[in-house]
Structure formats: structure tokens, C-alpha cells
């Protein structure tokens, strides 16, 4: 009798223990659970209020901007800089600072506000602007653009395209507008097609390179065997 009860003691003891290690790993794991319900839901606010009035990432999807910007980069946008827009509203956070002649910008297409731009702003408001034979002019004074590219290379001298696009104006940029032309100027839609660009659709300005491929068609996976690391983190101007 005295073995049957021992055994039955084991047993117990056995149980009981089985069911305070199953009672410690339930509560482990609800403590995990619980604390992902509280971290979540802030780590989404969060990432949302830095999309909306910090950062936001943009893709180059045209050649409109080489050299400056290639097809395949992926930029961090920065939408502090202009005074990022209150969503469902018509107001602006304070600016860090105006913006200037030469800034690359990020802008809501005037046209279709649903597609963002990237362009060169090269016109504020009251600037008197001209071209001429591809040479672009701001109130008189024509500019160097070391920037700008105006064709295909033909023996170190650049063919230029003489047409509606490379001779215009004068026009005066009316106030709260803005005027802007992408780096490659024979192959980019942008002011001087559609016209001037309201200051209330500016979205940021590109901040620096995060990413970068070469798009093949050929390859199975050019954003894994292509990448340009050269570009990678080089700031945008």
C-alpha cells in the first residue's frame, strides 16, 4: 500500500508541475502578444506621420533628369524642407526654407496631380524667362548649366534639337507659381509643354540616393545583379 501511494504521490507531483510550466509558457506568450498590440499600432502612427510630413520614398521612372538622375534610382524624398501639406487640408507646415533657383523638386504633375514630378525649378515667381537656341535665359542674363544635357555626343560636341522646345518666351512666371525643366532637355515633359506649376503642389525635394539599378530586360533580376554602388547614398543637386 505504502508503494501504491508513493507512486500516486510521484504521479501528483508530476502533474502538478506539468501544469505550472504550461501555466508560466501561456503567460510568457500572452505577455508577448500583448505587448506587439501596443507597439504596432504605434510603430504604424509613426511610420505615417514620418511619410506624410518627413520622408517619403520616390522611384526615377524616365530619363527626364539624366545625368542628374538616372532610371532605376530610388530617392529619399524630404518634405520638411517646403513645408510638407496637412493631408485633407490646404495647410502647410512652416517651411525650413523657401525654394531657390537650381533645387530639384518633387511636385504633384499639374495635369494629373495623382503622378509626382521630379524637376530642376529654373523660374520663381516675377523671373522673366527665354530660351534661345537651347540656351536659357532668366531675367536678361543667359545661365551656365552644367547640369543641363541638350543631346547625343557627336565628337565632344553636343547636337542640339532647334525647335518649339529650345527657342521661346519671354515669359514672366506669375506669383505662387513656378517654372521647371528637367536636366535632359530633349527628352522631358515639363514646363514648357503644359506650363507653370502651382507652389502648392511642391512635395519635397530629393534628399539623397538609396538605391540604384540598371533596368535589362535581358536579366532575370537586374535590381539584384545590376545594382550601381557607386550611386548608393550620393546626394541629390
Given at each position: 500500500?505504502?508503494?501504491?501511494?508513493?507512486?500516486?504521490?510521484?504521479?501528483?507531483?508530476?502533474?502538478?508541475?506539468?501544469?505550472?510550466?504550461?501555466?508560466?509558457?501561456?503567460?510568457?506568450?500572452?505577455?508577448?502578444?500583448?505587448?506587439?498590440?501596443?507597439?504596432?499600432?504605434?510603430?504604424?502612427?509613426?511610420?505615417?506621420?514620418?511619410?506624410?510630413?518627413?520622408?517619403?520614398?520616390?522611384?526615377?521612372?524616365?530619363?527626364?533628369?539624366?545625368r542628374t538622375l538616372l532610371v532605376g534610382d530610388f530617392l529619399l524624398v524630404n518634405k520638411w524642407v517646403y513645408g510638407a501639406q496637412v493631408p485633407f487640408t490646404r495647410t502647410r507646415l512652416p517651411a525650413l526654407r523657401t525654394p531657390r533657383h537650381n533645387d530639384v523638386v518633387v511636385f504633384d504633375w499639374p495635369v494629373d496631380p495623382a503622378k509626382a514630378f521630379v524637376k530642376r525649378l529654373v523660374g520663381l515667381p516675377g523671373d522673366t524667362l527665354s530660351m534661345m537656341q537651347g540656351v536659357l535665359r532668366r531675367n536678361g542674363t543667359p545661365l551656365r548649366e552644367s547640369y543641363a544635357f541638350r543631346g547625343v555626343a557627336t565628337g565632344g560636341v553636343y547636337d542640339t534639337i532647334l525647335d518649339a522646345r529650345d527657342s521661346w518666351g519671354p515669359l514672366v512666371v506669375p506669383p505662387r507659381h513656378l517654372f521647371v525643366l528637367g536636366d535632359n532637355r530633349a527628352n522631358s515633359l515639363d514646363s514648357r509643354y503644359w506650363g507653370f506649376v502651382p507652389d502648392s503642389l511642391l512635395r519635397g525635394a530629393p534628399w539623397f540616393v538609396y538605391y540604384s539599378f540598371t533596368p535589362d530586360s535581358t536579366e532575370r533580376a537586374p535590381w539584384l545583379t545590376r545594382i550601381r554602388w557607386d550611386r548608393l547614398g550620393t546626394t541629390v543637386r
Open positions: 500500500m505504502r508503494s501504491v501511494d508513493r507512486h500516486r504521490r510521484d504521479d501528483a507531483l508530476r502533474e502538478a508541475n506539468r501544469s505550472r510550466r504550461g501555466t508560466r509558457g501561456g503567460g510568457r506568450t500572452g505577455a508577448r502578444v500583448s505587448s506587439w498590440l501596443v507597439v504596432l499600432p504605434a510603430a504604424l502612427v509613426l511610420f505615417l506621420v514620418l511619410r506624410t510630413f518627413v520622408v517619403e520614398a520616390f522611384r526615377i521612372p524616365s530619363s527626364s533628369m539624366e
